[in-house]
């Protein structure tokens, strides 16, 4: 049985008084998008540098095809990273063609433009792109040596909705020329759409895995109603029934809707503003690593 393409074991990272990866061990086969999500200051960004070798760890290891991470992992590897400088006075397709030039073999320049709609800002100064531009051709950037393992870390913070879902599109293009993908983010949203499996990295540690639907089945009822909580009635927090207290709103998860109502409606709880969804990726991420405000 040949090993997953990337191979992390027992990932450690310590620094002075704080352990900020505490025995981290994952797979990550061939062809799937990996999203690594957690709170701030869970361990995810530490993780995946070490993975790129950007850090050195503690202890532990990260193999590629199974050897440590040499030279063939940086001729297969592309990175997106949460922050990176272009160099200044330069065009989009100036840019690329320098960063191509790294590489003995990858796509043409004329490729990646296309693969990432710039063919409009070819001529245009990296300076003067837009938050979603920008993006786009650091993205392309990222694809340049035709990468079989692709990072991209939190590549969306910080756009709008309508260049977040410009940026999905193209991810999921990518997912289909068998890409690897090992994603992080903050958005559970964009997790769910493009991520095959999820990890949830809490105080160093992998807390849960799995694909994004089977974590929610093993979690969680089938539906999840949501009321008002200034709407939700003192006495009614004594029910049967299973009570997530948040700031602005009351949650209960069940598998019988129609009990669930008709008790809701015995108590005379206000149901105008009633809203029953079903359970999603946040409440999974908020159930298992807690509602307080990380530093």
């Not at 999500?37 to 193999?63: D, F």
């Not at 289909?176 to 499996?197: F, N, V």
């Amino acid at each position: 049985m040949s090993p997953p393409l990337l191979e992390v074991r027992d990932l450690v990272k310590k620094y002075a008084t704080v352990t900020a990866v505490d025995g981290i061990s994952l797979g990550v086969e061939d062809g799937i998008c990996l999203g690594l999500l957690g709170p701030n200051g869970a361990g995810k960004t530490t993780s995946i540098e070490i993975m790129e070798g950007i850090l050195a760890p503690t202890s532990g290891e990260v193999l590629y095809r199974g050897e440590p991470l040499g030279q063939r992992f940086k001729e297969e590897a592309g990175i997106l990273f949460q922050k990176t400088a272009l160099q200044d006075f330069l065009t989009v397709r100036q840019s690329l063609n320098m960063f191509r030039g790294l590489y003995t073999k990858g796509l043409s320049v004329d490729e990646v433009v296309r693969l990432c709609a710039l063919e409009k800002l070819e001529k245009r100064d990296t300076r003067k792109l837009s938050g979603g531009q920008q993006q786009r051709l650091l993205l392309a950037i990222a694809l340049v040596n035709d990468p079989t393992l692709l990072f991209l870390d939190e590549p969306t913070t910080g756009l709008d909705p309508q260049a977040r879902r410009n940026f999905w599109d193209l991810v999921q293009s990518i997912k289909q020329r068998r890409k690897t993908i090992i994603l992080t983010t903050h958005y559970m949203d964009e997790a769910e759409l493009l991520c095959d499996e999820i990890a949830i990295i809490d105080r160093g540690r992998i807390i849960a895995r799995g694909a994004p639907r089977r974590l929610l089945r093993e979690h969680f009822a089938e539906v999840l109603l949501e009321l008002p909580r200034q709407e939700f009635p003192a006495a009614a927090r004594t029910l049967p029934l299973k009570l997530i207290e948040a700031s602005d709103r009351v949650e209960i998860t069940t598998n019988d809707l129609d009990s669930t109502l008709r008790v809701l409606m015995d108590a005379r709880v206000p149901l105008n503003d009633l809203r029953i969804r079903p359970p999603n990726l946040e409440d999974l991420f908020l159930e298992l690593t807690g509602k307080e405000l990380r530093a």
